[in-house]
Nanobody, 120 residues
Framework: QVQLVESGGELVQAGGSLRLSCVASGSILSINTMGWYRQAPEKQRELVASISSGGRTNYADSVKGRFTISRDNAKNTVYLQMNSLKPEDTAVYYC??????????????WGQGTLVTVSS
C-alpha cells in the first residue's frame, strides 16, 4: 500500500507563513510529479503547485511569488512554503503524487488533507 500524510496546517494571521509537509510511504519504487491542491468551502479543488521528479515547478497565478514547492526525494517528501498568507488562501490543502509501486503499477495517490485557516 502507498499513502500520503500531510501536516502543518493551522490557524495563522494574514501576512504570516506556514510550511506544509507531505510524506509518501509504503511499497514505493519511484515518485513522479508531486503536487499540492486546495479546496475552499463551496469552491472547486484547484492546483496550487506541482514539482516534477527532476525539480521542475509550476504554480497557480494566485500563489506565484508567495509560495514555494520543494521536495526531498531521499525522504519521499514534498513541502509547500507559504509566505504572505491571505484570507483567500484559507482551504483544505491536499497532497498528490504519481507513484510507481513495488509491483510496477502506477498509482495516483491523495493525502487526507490539512486545514489552513488565515484570519484577517
Amino acid at each position: 500500500q502507498v499513502q500520503l500524510v500531510e501536516s502543518g496546517g493551522e490557524l495563522v494571521q494574514a501576512g504570516g507563513s506556514l510550511r506544509l509537509s507531505c510524506v509518501a510511504s509504503g511499497s514505493i519504487l519511484s515518485i513522479n510529479t508531486m503536487g499540492w491542491y486546495r479546496q475552499a468551502p463551496e469552491k472547486q479543488r484547484e492546483l496550487v503547485a506541482s514539482i516534477s521528479s527532476g525539480g521542475r515547478t509550476n504554480y497557480a497565478d494566485s500563489v506565484k511569488g508567495r509560495f514555494t514547492i520543494s521536495r526531498d526525494n531521499a525522504k519521499n517528501t514534498v513541502y509547500l512554503q507559504m509566505n504572505s498568507l491571505k484570507p483567500e488562501d484559507t482551504a483544505v490543502y491536499y497532497c498528490n503524487a504519481g507513484v510507481i509501486n513495488s509491483g510496477l503499477r502506477y498509482l495516483e495517490v491523495w493525502g487526507q488533507g490539512t486545514l489552513v485557516t488565515v484570519s484577517s
